[in-house]
């Protein structure tokens, strides 16, 4: 009974992209961080010695997140755009709203937790707005609980 098939994460190209020169850059960080402690350790004692404290704190930190992201990306499978239907909301689409209650349109793409990013209309598949309107076609309307209260939205339009 290996579940662990369902409990992949999914990623766009795009994400997985992002994610990729995420983990170069912290490779760089960590990188200066050695530096940073190697310099820093010939100040004396390294157990009161603040500058070398806080690289190899640093460090750690920044190798936490690099291998925390080097695991994502190894599970992780990658969706193709072409794969991808127009039919009904799911991964990666976009998709056009209209919240009922004050008329404004939102643009929210589809994707996955690792890469979402709301400042961009990202949204996370496992957030309660992108779970109501999974599954839905355009024309319908979802009734979403959020963490502001009930909201309505009508789908306007679905692409990829």
């Not at 961080?33 to 390294?46: I, P, Y």
């Not at 190899?56 to 193709?80: H, Q, T």
């Not at 990013?117 to 990202?122: A, D, F, I, Y």
């Amino acid at each position: 009974m290996d579940n662990k098939q369902n409990t992949k994460p999914s990623l766009t190209e795009e994400g997985y992209k992002r994610l990729s020169e995420k983990i170069e850059r912290i490779q760089g960080k960590i990188q200066q961080n050695r530096e940073d402690m190697k310099r820093t350790a010939k100040h004396g004692d390294l157990s009161e010695n603040a500058g070398y404290m806080a690289a190899k704190e640093s460090y750690e930190g920044n190798l936490i997140n690099m291998n925390k992201l080097r695991d994502v990306l190894s599970e992780a499978r990658v969706i193709d755009k072409e794969d991808i239907n127009n039919d009904r909301v799911g991964f990666g689409n976009y998709v056009t709203v209209e919240k009922l209650e004050d008329g404004n349109e939102y643009t929210y793409q589809i994707v996955g937790k690792h890469e979402a990013r709301m400042e961009k209309g990202e949204i996370s598949i496992e957030s309660p707005v992108a779970q109501g309107l999974l599954e839905k076609e355009e024309g319908d309307t979802a009734e979403i609980d959020t963490p502001a209260g009930k909201s309505k939205y009508k789908i306007i339009e679905i692409s990829k």
